[in-house]
Nanobody, 122 residues
């Protein structure tokens, strides 16, 4: 099985920074795409950022220019550096990844982390 373990959430004042990390472990052959989603109370889950193995990145419009995603392919780890945080960034942030497991290398199977709370106060 595969587990995604997140860390780095917390509380910060507006304008501050946080860095989230997510490490995938288990019988992993390789990661396909890794990224972050978030869900605020009363809102739908939305894509924050994603990164492919070749380093291609994508960002949600609301975080462009403020958030930076990076990865270590060898360690199956992804980070999200969040700068100039705003109160509207308050949400539970979920690590998401599609992963090729050892037993089935042809498929990219989706996995989710347990979520980490980010709270930005004014």
């Amino acid at each position: 099985q595969v587990q995604l373990v997140e860390s780095g959430g917390g509380s910060v004042q507006a304008g501050g920074s946080l860095k989230l990390s997510c490490a995938a472990s288990g019988y992993i052959f390789s990661a396909c795409v890794m990224g972050w989603y978030r869900q605020a109370p009363g809102k739908e889950r939305e894509l924050v950022s994603a990164i492919s193995p070749d380093g291609t990145t994508s960002y949600g419009n609301s975080v462009k220019g403020r958030f930076t995603i990076s990865q270590d392919n060898a360690k199956n780890t992804v980070w999200l550096q969040m700068n100039n945080l705003k109160t509207e960034d308050t949400a539970v942030y979920y690590c998401a990844a599609t992963i090729r497991v050892e037993a089935e290398r042809a498929r990219c199977v989706p996995y989710w982390g347990q979520g980490t709370q980010v709270t930005v106060s004014s």
